[in-house]
């Protein structure tokens, strides 16, 4: 029994239309997903946010389940967040509620895809951190990096080079530890939550970055939120955006059985 078809994607995604208003890693504005995708496939579509989806499948099925007030934050390809208050995932008026990734850092910083400058993303993501890398490299920064082909610069490869001790890619993570700390304490100081999860692949494979950002939040956050939230991984790893995208399907069936 296929009851429908969940889509996870990124941008801002209008509820329950399914309208990616607009989405800076694809190029994206107003494509009515939902609505192409269901003629295709012949079948009722439902689409959100990616980070929305993942924010439902931690809260169902993953480390969230028994709290009700939770901010999210994926950092991966780009960085996305989402915030469920009194155990409702809070879309806003747009879709865009928790875009956080957009979060102005450094207003003078390099170019983001959403069209400003010095976002957390451009820091922080997967393609940030690679970019701020490449970047110091071409410059003529001395790093162990210098000498890898550039399609092999990964993540991974990053944490590497900081755990031996490599200038560069310590500086580089640092600095995202950093806005990624700052970036939380904001968000507990904003939305006073009981739970804070991240997720994404900069989370899993930034070697120290999560301890680091921990640090930051605790020397950051406001005295009520240092003791009283807790802040940890994802548990769900890389499957939770299709757990997601397959509990917005059962949640909405649940709620109204799909006529037909
Ligand atoms: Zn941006």
Same mark, same amino acid.
């Given at each position: 029994l296929?009851?429908?078809i969940?889509?996870?994607?990124p ?19 107003n494509?009515?997903v ?7 496939l012949?079948?009722?579509v =439902?689409?959100d946010?990616?980070?929305?989806? @993942?924010? !439902? ?7 969230a389940? $028994? +709290? *009700? ?5 994926d ?6 967040g989402?915030v ?15 875009e956080?990734?957009h ?9 983001c ?6 976002c ?27 000498? =890898?082909?550039?399609?092999e610069?990964?993540? @991974?490869? !990053?944490a590497?080079?900081a755990a031996?001790?490599?200038d $560069? +890619? *310590?500086?580089v993570?640092?600095r995202a530890?950093t ?9 507990v ?30 020397r ?5 939120g ?6 940890t991984?994802?548990?769900?790893d ?8 397959a509990?917005l399907v ?10 037909g």
């Open positions: 296929v009851l429908g969940g889509m996870a994607i941008g801002m995604v209008q509820w329950p239309q399914g309208v990616n208003l607009f989405s800076p890693n694809y190029g994206w504005r494509v009515p939902r609505a192409l995708m269901e003629e295709r012949g079948r009722p =439902l689409a946010n990616e980070v929305r989806a @993942v924010a !439902l499948a931690e809260q169902q099925f993953g480390v389940r $028994l +709290a *009700r007030t939770i901010v999210f934050l950092v991966g390809m780009g960085v996305g989402a469920v208050l009194d155990g409702n995932l809070y879309r806003g008026v747009h879709g865009a509620a928790g956080m990734g979060n102005t850092v450094e207003p003078n910083g390099p170019l895809g959403c069209g400003n400058r010095g957390l993303e451009v820091f922080c993501s997967v393609r940030g951190l690679l970019a701020r890398t490449a970047e110091a490299l071409v410059q003529g920064r001395p790093s162990v990096l210098a000498d =890898l082909p550039a399609e610069l990964s993540v @991974v490869r !990053l590497q080079a031996e001790g490599d $560069l +890619a *310590r500086e993570l640092t530890a806005y990624l700390g700052l970036a939380v304490a904001n968000a100081d904003n939305w006073d939550p009981e739970l804070v999860v991240l997720s994404g692949p900069v989370i899993r494979e930034g070697g120290d970055l999560f301890e680091k950002l921990l640090a930051e939040e605790q950051t956050v406001l005295e009520t240092r003791a009283g939230v807790r802040v991984r994802a548990v769900l890389e499957h939770a955006k299709i757990i997601g995208a509990t059962m949640a909405e069936y649940l709620a109204a059985p799909f006529a």
